[in-house]
Antibody
Framework: EVQLLESGGGLVQPGGSLRLSCAAS????????MTWVRQAPGKGLEWVSA????????YYADSVKGRLTVSRDNSKNTVYLQMNSLRAEDTAIYYC????????????????WGQGTMVTVSS | QSALTQPASVSGSPGQSITISCTGT?????????VSWYQHHPDKAPKLMIY???NRPSGVSDRFSGSKSGNTASLTISGLQAEDEADYYC??????????FGGGTKLTVL
């Protein structure tokens, strides 16, 4: 069964850091772009970042560029989101998702999503 | 970049058809076929319903269809059912190699 399981969320103070992980199973992980999408409380979905299958190409929304860093370890079938200089507006459920087709960029939709991990930035 | 524009809410009765619009610009929806639609029930993971404007992933009902004209994409749900009640989001690849989501549309089945 194809599965994604996020972890690492929690409560962090403004300016703090957190690293999210997303463990994948059931597919050839290195073939697929992996994406992070977040949903703030009461708000819609927001695309955050993506990384190519080989991990050499990364993509970021302007709102997180320079503060969030996506990476992956294909030997562990895991994608990460390092979150630094966190702000209150980063408070959200963070989902990781797998691209529908093997590709080098996040052009197509994501067909498999995790259940999400909650990040709360508050003092 | 601003989110793609969707109506905040739509509603319909069981058996009816509804259409949700998604308006972008020539830098996203207007240029690329990479428009997707997601269904999102509260406390569940989003589900991909349409990709590349009008294609359904395996397992998605043919009651769901997509189209695009100019800078506006649309999702049509025919034969509305109670379980279709959810939030729906469009997304599009953009000229800056990012993805934009719409603001979301709450579908109510009356």
């Amino acid at each position: 069964e194809v599965q994604l399981l996020e972890s690492g969320g929690g409560l962090v103070q403004p300016g703090g850091s957190l690293r999210l992980s997303c463990a994948a199973s059931g597919f050839i992980f290195s073939d697929y772009v992996m994406t992070w999408v977040r949903q703030a409380p009461g708000k819609g979905l927001e695309w955050v970042s993506a990384i190519s299958g080989g991990g050499t190409i990364t993509y970021y929304a302007d709102s997180v560029k320079g503060r969030l860093t996506v990476s992956r370890d294909n030997s562990k079938n895991t994608v990460y989101l390092q979150m630094n200089s966190l702000r209150a507006e980063d408070t959200a459920i963070y989902y990781c998702a797998k691209s529908l087709f093997p590709a080098s960029s996040p052009v197509d939709g994501s067909d498999i999503w995790g259940q999400g991990t909650m990040v709360t930035v508050s003092s | 970049q601003s989110a793609l524009t969707q109506p905040a809410s739509v509603s319909g009765s069981p058996g009816q058809s509804i259409t949700i619009s998604c308006t972008g610009t020539s830098s996203d929806v207007g240029t690329y076929v990479y428009v997707s639609w997601y269904q999102h029930h509260p406390d569940k993971a989003p589900k991909l319903m349409i990709y590349e404007v009008n294609n359904r992933p395996s397992g998605v009902s043919d009651r769901f269809s997509g189209s695009k004209s100019g800078n506006t994409a649309s999702l049509t749900i025919s034969g509305l059912q109670a379980e279709d009640e959810a939030d729906y989001y469009c997304s599009s690849y953009t000229s800056t190699n990012t993805v934009l989501f719409g603001g979301g549309t709450k579908l109510t089945v009356l």
